[in-house]
């Protein structure tokens, strides 16, 4: 089939459709996929974080539901750390939101942290473009919480959730890995265990964002924190888009000059005296650094 004819069986329902499509924009291929689509509005993204354990595919799986019952059609990414083959996190979902699997207002999609042009920056802006396209107006992205992807994701979601359990110095942990930097609102989830009202004031100290409390395995909380990330969405500005775009923009520039044809070129001859790093860095710019 032809772009033009997978657009249309996707928009028609057809679920294999929509796998081929977004394959094809992770791929080299992404430039022909995205002018078949042509302009669409973004969808609202939120952004799910937090270390292993945490119950993000849970939170997840509890939002995906409240919003299916507003009737808005989900779509979930869901970040696979490892590789573009092991299904980890698609296979983890699907065993925590297996009420959904079978709900055609919903996708469940893994994509992998490598393995794909660019990486994540590349990846992700081009498959929310392809969702936009099929109606699915709102995307939640999972990550697991340990590196670079939490940076990425950050730059496209709005808001960036980061969900943290109670006590083991979960509070202090995620600050020194810094994921309160990309936090937008927190949550502790598994709030009936010891230690939840002791972790909320720890992480006062560590972070001006919003914290709720959560027992996402009951759902008790879901009716605040969708209220938190409606207020969130009501407080967007072009200066807050603006700034999201520049974050992905600068992401993506990064991944695609670590794979510069001139990178490894220039980085000898520094190694071995041959230049230096200002001016090898201007000849793989193309322009004169600031001074």
């Known amino acids: 089939m032809t ?8 928009r028609g329902g057809s679920t294999r459709a929509t796998g ?13 996929v ?31 539901g409240a919003y299916r019952q507003r009737e808005e059609r989900v779509a979930v990414l869901a970040v696979d750390p490892s ?12 065993i925590r939101m297996a009420a959904h699997i079978n709900d055609p207002g919903v996708l469940i999609r893994s994509v992998a942290a490598r393995g794909h ?59 020194k890995a810094g994921l309160l930097e990309v936090a937008d609102i927190v949550v502790v989830n598994k ?18 964002a ?3 409390k959560l027992i996402a395995a009951q759902g008790e909380g879901i009716d605040e924190l969708m209220e938190a990330i409606a207020a969130h969405h009501r407080s967007d500005s072009p200066q807050r888009r603006a700034a999201r775009a520049r974050s992905q923009i600068l992401s993506l520039a990064q991944s695609l000059l670590r794979t510069h044809p001139e990178l490894d070129r220039l980085a000898d001859a520094v190694a071995e005296g041959r230049d230096d790093v200002y001016a090898a ?11």
């Open 83 to 94: 590789s573009p083959y092991s299904g980890g996190a698609l296979l983890g979902d699907r």
């Open 210 to 212: 919003p914290i709720l």
């Open 20 to 32: 081929r499509l977004l394959s094809l924009a992770e791929s080299p291929r992404r430039t022909e």
């Open 117 to 175: 042009l660019g990486g994540l920056a590349a990846a992700v802006p081009a498959s929310l473009q392809v969702l936009a396209a099929l109606s699915y107006g709102l995307v939640v992205l999972e990550t697991v919480g340990v590196g670079q992807s939490e940076i990425e994701i950050a730059a496209v979601a709005d808001p960036t959730i980061v969900i943290l359990n109670p006590g083991a110095g979960d509070a202090v942990q995620a600050a």
């Open 191 to 208: 709030a009936d265990r010891d230690g939840a009202d002791q972790t909320v004031r720890d992480l006062h100290a560590e972070t001006s």
């Open 34 to 64: 995205l002018e078949a689509i042509g302009p669409v509005d973004p969808p609202r993204v939120i952004g799910v974080t937090g270390p292993p354990g945490a119950g993000k595919s849970t939170t997840v799986g509890v939002l995906v």
């Open 281 to 291: 860095a201007e000849r793989l710019f193309g322009v004169p650094l600031n001074p």
């Open 3 to 10: 772009i033009e004819e997978l657009i249309e069986a996707a």
